[in-house]
């Protein structure tokens, strides 16, 4: 049984991942500030073997009286404001700021309590968002250092928390793993409180996280469907649930030790294939059509992983299917629209 400190614990893939190490038997121990959500529930939180701090993840003084009180193992650096892509452009310097500011503090105080003997590792979580300005299909991990860096303020910030990791690495040997999670898909994430919303034909939309959206399109009645762009770029959608065990292999797998992966699906759709996916479970006895709308600035085209390291080094295989997540995934969405959740 190991303890783990988790900062971000309110987070949509924390809601897997930390469920996961639970049923394993594993004590969490997180910090959030509900900036996203506001107070959220989750089926773990009266766990024996959970407990949740209301708090600032900038606040040092708070991770040290983390650190002092539990003794954590483990460190998971999830506290960042992350959110779809409109945030990339409604919040682009808030977005890079704070997060800069937050992954600072972390490394701090990792070093402080590695150096004295309690801490483990950090897993630090980034994003495929590094590979942004790509040109090299599929992307494996090292191609980051290689390409042109990411153009939107959130990708860049990401790169810089690899940079970050490398830093406090070779200079006090801090041990890490870093994972990179492509386009989790999966229940639990509803509405930010910082969203805006924003019009796509004549349904406002305030997540700006495709699934959900054309999931909410479609119920709303919207017809055809409005997609951004010509709904050809390419995303690898992972089930959540996968994601979930490929952050405990990359958490305590001794292969892992001071590596980075990309988590992912091995198998890529485009927008309008998933789309049609959605669709078909919703309006099976309608024809599928479609208008294309004006997408946004930092819209990438095509997003594909390499999984061959996480395979080969992990073991660790997404097997979940787009088709398989999407009939979990589509009742919970509509029963929060009728809620008005998303």
């Known amino acids: 049984m190991a303890t783990i400190l988790w900062t971000g614990d309110r987070g949509f893939i924390a809601g897997y ?3 996961n190490l639970l049923d394993e038997g594993h004590v969490v121990v997180g910090i959030d500030n509900d900036w996203k959500y506001g107070p959220v529930e989750r089926t773990y939180d009266s766990h ?4 949740h701090h209301n708090g600032d993840a900038k606040d040092k003084g708070l991770l040290d009286c983390m650190f002092e009180n539990y003794k954590p193992d483990y460190f998971v650096m999830g506290a960042a404001i ?3 892509i409109s945030m990339f452009h409604e919040l682009a310097y808030d977005l890079f700021a ?8 972390a490394l701090d105080t990792a070093i402080k309590y590695f150096k004295e003997g ?6 630090a979580i980034s994003s495929s968002m590094v590979y942004e300005s790509t040109n090299k299909y599929p992307s494996a991990e090292g191609d980051q250092r ?9 990708g860049f910030q990401k790169l810089a928390v690899e940079y970050f990791i490398q830093g406090a690495h070779e200079q006090y040997k801090l041990p890490y793993t870093i994972i990179r999670p492509f386009n989790c898909v999966g229940v639990g994430e509803q509405r930010a409180k910082v969203d805006k919303e924003v019009m796509s034909g004549n349904i406002k939309l305030a997540m700006s996280h495709v699934v959900p959206d054309i999931i909410q399109k479609i119920v709303k009645g919207q017809y055809p469907v409005h997609i951004l762009g010509e709904g050809n770029q390419l995303r690898y959608y992972t089930y959540g649930g996968d994601l979930a065990d490929g952050f405990v292999n990359a958490l305590f797998n001794p292969a892992a030790l001071n590596e980075d992966f990309n988590l992912s699906t091995p198998n890529g759709h485009t927008v309008l294939e998933l789309a049609k996916l959605i669709w078909d479970r919703l309006e099976p006895n309608k024809p599928f059509q479609y208008v294309s709308d004006v997408p946004f600035k930092y819209d990438v085209q095509k997003r594909q992983p390499d999984v061959t390291k996480a395979k080969q080094i992990l073991g660790f295989e997404a097997t979940t299917s787009l088709e398989k997540a999407l009939d979990e995934i589509i009742p919970w969405a509509v ?8």
Request: charged fraction near 20%; charge should be positive; glycine fraction near 8%.
């Open 98 to 105: 704070e997060n800069e500011r937050i992954t600072a503090t």
């Open 82 to 84: 992350i959110g779809g």
């Open 48 to 51: 024996l073997n959970y407990e």
């Open 335 to 342: 029963e929060m629209i009728k809620q008005g959740k998303i």
């Open 118 to 123: 309690s801490l483990k590792k950090v897993l």
């Open 146 to 154: 290689l390409i042109p860096p990411p153009l939107s303020t959130y």
């Open 17 to 19: 991942v930390i469920q």
